[in-house]
């Protein structure tokens, strides 16, 4: 069976400090990968998606940036953290085909102080 | 650009009533409408999903509504519990290669109560 794992589940890092989220999924090759951010009141907000290995997709100019250097490991970054970048972010990985479903991870909060 | 509206933001039903949550979409070339369920401190799961081609799908107490013509669909919880008590996003999708992504809603706060 398919399972994904995302960590850390909580992180508090101050303002300019460096970011590295990390998702891996097992029991399934060449996923379409998601990273996405949840605020209050505005759903979840995609960030990047992946279709294969290096290939990026960013769906907003921010102040991440997101990497896949192995088929099922999605990496989320930031070089200089800020104070709106805290939230609840969610990797996710789809399948091929169509009207499947996307499996979510257990999330990371991430408070920048 | 919000191509998903979700409808209303926050929705209290007492044990044992229905719930309703509405979506609107603008893109016709969304062919697949998921609903997704989600716990504090969780990531969401698929409750349930529909395709344009039909009208309804029941699961249990969960249903969706689908109106084509409007670009409507909602979701319909019956005999609502406290245990169904949580966040729910709509969301939709072009499920075709080279477009892989999945466009949600806002979200819609449920609270069932005694």
């Known amino acids: 069976s398919q399972t994904i794992h995302q960590w850390p589940a909580t992180l508090v890092q101050p303002v300019g400090s460096p970011l590295s989220l990390e998702c891996t999924v097992e029991?399934?090759?060449?996923?379409?990968l998601y990273w996405y951010r949840q605020a209050a009141g505005r759903g979840l907000q995609l960030l990047f998606y992946s279709v294969g290995i290096g290939q990026i997709s960013s769906e907003v100019p921010q102040n991440l940036s997101a990497s896949r250097p192995q088929d099922r490991q999605f990496i989320l970054s930031s070089k200089k953290l800020l104070l709106s970048d805290s939230g609840f972010y969610l990797c996710?990985?789809?399948?091929?085909?169509?009207?499947?479903?996307?499996?979510f991870g257990q999330g990371t909060r991430l408070t920048v102080v | 650009q919000q191509q998903v509206k979700q409808s209303p933001q926050s929705l209290i039903v007492q044990k044992g009533g229905i719930s309703i949550i509405n979506c609107a979409y603008e893109?016709?070339?969304?062919?697949?409408f998921p609903w997704y369920q989600q716990f504090p401190g969780k990531g969401p799961a698929l409750l349930i999903a529909?395709?344009?081609?039909?009208s309804e799908k029941k699961e249990g107490r969960f249903t969706i509504s689908f109106n084509k013509s409007a670009k409507q669909f909602s979701l319909h919880i019956m005999d609502s519990q406290p245990g169904d008590s949580a966040t729910y996003f709509c969301?939709?999708?072009?499920?075709?290669?080279?477009?892989?992504?999945?466009?949600f809603g806002t979200g819609t706060r449920l609270t069932i109560i005694p």
């Open positions: 893109n016709t070339a969304f062919d697949y």
């Open positions: 969301a939709a999708a072009i499920s075709n290669f080279g477009n892989e992504k999945l466009t």
């Open positions: 029991g399934t090759s060449n996923p379409n």
């Open positions: 529909i395709r344009p081609d039909v």
């Open positions: 996710a990985w789809r399948g091929d085909g169509q009207g499947t479903e996307a499996f």
